[in-house]
């Protein structure tokens, strides 16, 4: 049936008697009546409102309830009756016109800044995301009743797109959209058919290709990207779980002509920065410590490219001067481990010296500016049975020779962003001292996280909260204290707690002045002009073979709040970390 020229059967006299409802919850089943006949045979509406969905818990740790789901003839995933991971489009209702969370102006919609507004909108963006964070899509869709009159939603790593609010009982434009939605290709549907559903492993032996990707039952899609094609499964990465940005998923991936084990990264990178493939071969031949890019390549595809010039003629976005605009991008790499696994504190310190030196030789030969350092970025793998440490995720770094400003705003994981950069109200220079900064910031958390020590849970926790705070005057406290607050971590090996004192020792300079008449030496941040101090601190430390010998592993320590040890609860200034647990 062709859903140009055909016409659903829809009663509109049953869609305007709807809206006498006073009570949303009865117009639940009408609606759906109603409005069944506008989509395809084997699509169905569904109504979910009494029924939480317990796999949506993408924001704030909070399953979604959807008034109405619409699921298309695929089999179900889950025993649930709400089901984001299955959803073609959800349809929210209301029937006071308070809680439109817009309005519609001269100048397009914009945002209503009543709290029945937002409240709304909130919940349209989280459904929205429900949607497309539980599924492998470009964008999806949602539906917005409002007594008799409507709006349409569409989410893209970009923005949220919202049409003027119209009458649906009058107006076909949503008995429409509802008979195409489900009549048109599944990309322009929002599903991303560059992943393809191979759950038989393709030609090669299912059970190996499991085995080796290490999942048993769950689906295993077949990626091509550029010259390689690769089979994946589930995801090992979260930052996709929020509405807009890059949204980047880390996939443990096989090769499917080799067999080779390795790390597919699927983003959607920032235009206008240098895309990741390209750093890593300005680096390649200059920086060591770095993994090595097997295959990247932009996403091919009008759905794979969104922001300010990317939307329908009929749909609005709000907040144009925050859009930018996204290309769907996938990279492949070596795949490791995360640094908190570290074999031993001394092990641990080898690989941030080995990251550390993969940051000198970007500055200082390549002229790249990494500007992200954190625990996330900081991997480890083993080479001929020596275990290094690689600096990854180059997405946001800047070349010297660019001009301008790099970023829409300041770019950093905010828990080991410098204190300095963290208390300017307006955006600042980064500085060398500020990225070495971060690497003993990374040292710090880790420490209290996951190094062996008698610190109590309650007292753990209130040292992270340190990092987490939004103000960073507490961060400034603790650079600036020096060596005199470590032996309150109550680390269990000496020759970690001292190399760690004396690197604070270092930094205390940038946040602490000293009285006229204080008769202590003079104040300098001359060493954090350059990375040889900080290099040589940890070579020399390093030395040491009784801590060579000493075995003390990594320990997710007791903390009252563990919320805060989550790898993945990490954020940037405005978004999650690329990688989390990509161990073999």
């Known amino acids: 049936m062709d859903p140009d020229t055909s016409s659903p059967q829809v009663d509109y006299d049953a869609l305007s008697r709807i809206s006498q409802y006073k009570n949303e919850i009865k117009m639940y089943d009408p609606l759906i009546a109603a409005l069944e006949p506008a989509v395809a045979e084997n699509w169905s509406f569904v109504n979910t409102s009494a029924h939480l969905d317990p796999d949506s818990k993408f924001l704030l740790n909070t399953p979604v309830k959807l008034d109405i789901a619409l699921y298309g003839s695929i089999l179900p995933s889950n025993d649930n009756i709400c089901r984001s991971c299955d959803a073609e489009l959800f349809i929210e209702v209301k029937t006071d016109p308070a809680d439109d969370p817009f309005e519609d102006t001269d100048n397009g919609v914009v945002p209503r800044s009543s709290a029945r507004g937002m409240d709304t909108r909130g919940q349209v963006i989280t459904y929205l995301n429900a949607i497309q964070a539980s599924q492998l899509r470009t964008h999806s869709f949602g539906v917005l009743i409002i007594a008799n009159h409507c709006r349409l939603f569409r989410l893209t790593r970009s923005a949220m797109e919202v049409t003027k609010l119209f009458d649906y009982t009058t107006s076909p434009f949503l008995v429409r959209f509802l008979w195409h939605l489900p009549h048109a290709p599944p990309d322009v549907r929002g599903l991303d058919t560059t992943f393809e559903k191979n759950a038989a492993g393709g030609s090669r032996d299912s059970r190996r290709t499991r085995e080796l990707i290490n999942v048993i039952e769950k689906p295993v899609w077949s990626v091509t990207i550029g010259d390689h094609s690769f089979y994946v499964s589930h995801y090992l990465t979260r930052s996709h779980h929020l509405p807009v940005g890059r949204g980047t998923r880390c996939f443990v991936a096989v090769e499917t002509k080799t067999d080779r084990i390795c790390l597919v990264k699927d983003t959607w990178r920032v235009v206008g920065y240098h895309p990741e493939g390209q750093v890593y071969a300005r680096l390649k031949e200059q920086v060591q410590n770095i993994p090595n890019a097997i295959v990247a390549k932009d996403v091919d595809g009008p759905h794979h490219h969104c922001g300010v010039d990317n939307y329908p003629f009929l749909w609005s976005k709000f907040k144009e001067e925050a859009i930018r605009d996204h290309q769907h991008y996938r990279l492949v790499l070596d795949v490791g481990r995360p640094l908190v696994e570290f074999g031993s504190t001394h092990e641990l310190v080898k690989c941030m010296l080995d990251a550390l030196q993969a940051h000198c030789d970007a500055w200082t030969k390549?002229?790249?500016?990494?500007?992200?350092?954190?625990?996330?970025?900081?991997?480890?793998?083993?080479?001929?049975?020596?275990?290094?440490?690689?600096?990854?995720?180059?997405?946001?770094?800047?070349?010297?020779?660019?001009?301008?400003?790099?970023?829409?705003?300041?770019?950093?994981?905010?828990?080991?962003?410098?204190?300095?950069?963290?208390?300017?109200?307006?955006?600042?220079?980064?500085?060398?001292?500020?990225?070495?900064?971060?690497?003993?910031?990374?040292?710090?958390?880790?420490?209290?996280?996951?190094?062996?020590?008698?610190?109590?849970?309650?007292?753990?926790?209130?040292?992270?909260?340190?990092?987490?705070?939004?103000?960073?005057?507490?961060?400034?406290?603790?650079?600036?204290?020096?060596?005199?607050?470590?032996?309150?971590?109550?680390?269990?090996?000496?020759?970690?707690?001292?190399?760690?004192?004396?690197?604070?020792?270092?930094?205390?300079?940038?946040?602490?002045?000293?009285?006229?008449?204080?008769?202590?030496?003079?104040?300098?941040?001359?060493?954090?002009?350059?990375?040889?101090?900080?290099?040589?601190?940890?070579?020399?430390?390093?030395?040491?073979?009784?801590?060579?010998?000493?075995?003390?592993?990594?320990?997710?320590?007791?903390?009252?709040?563990?919320?805060?040890?989550?790898?993945?609860?990490?954020?940037?200034?405005?978004?999650?970390?690329?990688?989390?647990?990509?161990?073999?």
């Open 366 to 584: 390549a002229r790249v500016e990494h500007r992200d350092v954190s625990v996330g970025n900081i991997i480890l793998v083993v080479d001929k049975g020596i275990t290094r440490g690689l600096l990854i995720d180059w997405e946001l770094s800047r070349y010297e020779s660019d001009d301008g400003a790099r970023a829409y705003e300041r770019v950093g994981t905010r828990q080991f962003m410098s204190a300095r950069l963290s208390s300017a109200t307006e955006p600042q220079a980064r500085e060398l001292a500020d990225d070495l900064e971060s690497f003993l910031l990374v040292l710090l958390w880790v420490a209290i996280s996951y190094a062996p020590g008698t610190m109590t849970a309650k007292a753990r926790a209130d040292e992270l909260q340190v990092f987490d705070d939004a103000n960073p005057a507490a961060k400034r406290r603790l650079i600036s204290s020096g060596k005199s607050s470590i032996a309150y971590f109550k680390l269990s090996s000496p020759h970690f707690e001292h190399l760690v004192g004396k690197l604070m020792d270092g930094f205390e300079a940038r946040y602490r002045t000293r009285l006229r008449l204080d008769p202590g030496p003079p104040i300098s941040t001359v060493r954090l002009e350059s990375h040889g101090w900080m290099l040589e601190m940890l070579r020399k430390a390093l030395e040491d073979e009784t801590w060579r010998a000493l075995e003390d592993a990594a320990e997710v320590q007791p903390v009252m709040r563990p919320e805060v040890m989550g790898l993945m609860g990490l954020k940037r200034t405005y978004e999650i970390p690329e990688y989390g647990r990509c161990s073999k």
